[in-house]
Structures are given as C-alpha cells and as structure tokens.
C-alpha cells in the first residue's frame, strides 16, 4: 500500500524558515517523481515544487523561486522541503504526492492531476 506522511508544518513569523518532510513507503522509491503541493482556504490547490527520485532533477512555482528548496533522501525515502523566507501568503495546507516517473518537459509535474497517491497534508501557518 502506497502511503505518503508529511510532517514538519507549524506556526512561524513572516520571514522564518520550515522544512517539511514527506516520508514515503510502499512504492520503488527511486523511479517515482513526488511533488508538494499547497491550498490555502478559499483557493484552488497548486503545484510548489517537485523532484525526480530517479534524476533529481527538480521544478519550482514562480512564487517560491530562490525560497524554497526540494531535496531527496532516497535511502530514507523522504523527500524534504526546505522553505526560508516565509510570507504570510504561503499560509496553506501542504501536501505531498507521488507518481511514476516519465520524461516530461515544462510544469508537467506541478499540476495535481498528474499524481496518483497523496498525503494527508500539514498545515504551514505564517504570521505578520
């Protein structure tokens, strides 16, 4: 069974930093693309951030560009997301999702109809 945990999420000031995790098992890790994704009430969920588990190659939201970092720990099947510089407008419920990997090119893997498996979230709250 595929499931996906994240963790990490909290209150922090406007300016602070959080990294999120999202610990994956029941799939082959190392061939699978996860991605983050955020919604915030009111709003529709959009793509954050991805990483290739296999290539490590990874994709960015403008808005989180040069604040926000994904990285991959593959022997603990984790995927992190490092965020710095955090605005009261990345308030949302962050999830994670996996799917296989496949060679797309563009913002292929940050819209959340590409994925098959999610997590149940954890909420990023920041403060002014």
């Known amino acids: 069974e595929v499931q996906l945990v994240e963790s990490g999420g909290g209150l922090v000031q406007a300016g602070e930093s959080l990294r999120l995790s999202c610990a994956a098992s029941?799939?082959?890790?190392?061939?699978?693309?996860i991605g983050w994704f955020r919604q915030a009430p009111g709003k529709e969920r959009e793509g954050v951030s991805y990483?290739?588990?296999?290539?490590?190659?990874?994709g960015y939201a403008e808005s989180v560009k040069g604040r926000f970092t994904i990285s991959t720990d593959n022997a603990k099947t984790t995927v992190y997301l490092q965020m710095a510089s955090l605005r009261v407008e990345d308030t949302a419920v962050y999830y994670c999702?996996?799917?296989?990997?496949?060679?797309?090119?563009?913002?292929?893997?940050?819209?959340?109809?590409?994925?098959?498996?999610w997590g149940q979230g954890t909420q990023v709250t920041v403060s002014s």
């Open positions: 999702a996996a799917t296989p990997f496949r060679y797309r090119s563009g913002n292929y893997f940050l819209l959340d109809d590409r994925y098959d498996h």
């Open positions: 029941g799939f082959t890790f190392d061939n699978y693309v």
């Open positions: 990483i290739s588990t296999q290539l490590g190659s990874t």
